[in-house]
Nanobody, 125 residues
């Protein structure tokens, strides 16, 4: 049974940093494309960042490019999202997801097979 468990969310001031983690079990991150998505009430879940199964390629939404960094730790089977220079518009529930089928980073939520429960990130101005 695949489980993805996010942690690291919380309240942070604008301009600050936060590091989200996604611990995977029942799946090795080196065998899946891993992604981070976020969602605010009343809006669709949107792609934030992704990393291919071999860690060779990463992809970011334009809104976070240059501020967020996705990385994988195979030894801990964990994916991280380093969030720097955060803005109030980054406030959302952040979800970790795993895509065991494709070999590239998809920005479409329906391409991902497994999801975590989400962690709230709130950025105050």
């Amino acid at each position: 049974q695949v489980q993805l468990v996010e942690s690291g969310g919380g309240l942070v001031q604008a301009g600050g940093s936060l590091r989200l983690s996604c611990a995977a079990s029942g799946l090795t991150i080196s065998s899946a494309t891993m992604g981070w998505f976020r969602q605010v009430p009343g809006k669709e879940r949107e792609f934030v960042a992704g990393i291919t199964r071999n860690g060779a390629r990463t992809s970011y939404a334009d809104s976070v490019k240059g501020r967020f960094t996705i990385s994988g730790d195979s030894a801990k089977n964990t994916v991280h999202l380093q969030m720097d220079s955060v803005k109030p518009e980054d406030t959302a529930v952040y979800y970790c997801a795993a895509d065991g089928t494709t070999f590239w980073v998809s920005t479409r939520s329906w391409d991902y097979d497994y999801w975590g429960q989400g962690t709230q990130v709130t950025v105050s101005s």
